[in-house]
């Protein structure tokens, strides 16, 4: 080998579309993951609030409300927050390494990315008011099913934005741990029931915090 090619910096393994959509902590994670996936959680609370979305749980979406400009992102963040201090307290139970925390941090926050896709398909004003009338349907005691097919496909969207983020949490966990296998899965899905319950337990306090100083409003009961 030349000095020249000896020399020079590795080349990165270029990435298929599969692990772009699938996996991208190939490419990105610690730091770079965690300023991406932030920024991404911030424009996902923005373009929520437009769309009427709160995300009030770790799985949670739920279109048709008022909503602040600012809450859907204290959610996002909430959201991610409580599930990054399970995973790194799960993480130092159950791994024979230190995991470093801006890994799971940043790994976890990138994750979040499919639910911007989920509040963007919301956005437009024939599914907001779908949204609305449904809401407003259920708040009187009526079943009233969404008309027309823009709220229909905005479901589909969702209903796979969900299964994705869930996936590429899951594939975040199983990287910064180093968990395979039965054990590994039953561990995550422990987490997500754990993350569901806590991440609604603090964003409620909050929440009902707020609401009682008339500052957050349209909040789902």
């Known amino acids: 080998m030349s000095q020249a090619m000896a020399g020079r910096p590795p080349r990165r393994q270029e990435m298929s579309i ?5 996996n991208p902590f190939v490419r990105f994670a610690g730091a770079p993951a965690l300023g991406i996936g932030l920024t991404i959680i911030v424009a996902t609370g923005l373009v929520a609030a437009a769309a009427g979305v709160h995300l009030d749980g770790l799985l949670d979406f739920h279109p048709g409300y008022t909503v602040p400009l600012w809450v859907p992102v204290v959610e996002g963040l909430v959201n991610w927050s409580v599930f990054t201090v399970l995973v790194w307290a799960v993480s130092l139970l159950i791994t ?8 799971i ?5 990138l994750s979040r990315h499919p639910i911007l896709l989920s509040a963007l398909v919301c956005a437009p004003p024939g599914v907001r008011r779908a949204h609305e009338e449904t809401v407003a349907a259920m708040a009187e005691g009526r079943l009233a099913l969404p008309q027309g ?21 899951w594939k975040a966990f199983s990287l910064c741990c180093n968990q395979r296998g039965a ?4 561990i995550f899905a422990a987490l997500i029931l754990v993350g569901e319950v806590a991440t609604k337990y603090a964003l409620g306090r909050v929440l009902q915090g707020l609401a009682a100083t008339g500052l957050a409003v349209g909040i789902p009961g």
Request: proline share 2%.
């Open 183 to 186: 054990r590994a899965v039953t």
């Open 149 to 169: 097919w823009e709220p229909v496909v905005a479901a589909l969207v969702i209903a796979a934005c969900l299964f994705w983020m869930v996936w590429l949490m």
């Open 96 to 103: 024979g390494r230190t995991v470093r925390l801006v890994d």
């Open 105 to 109: 941090a940043g790994t976890q926050a």
């Open 18 to 22: 599969a692990q772009w959509l699938f």
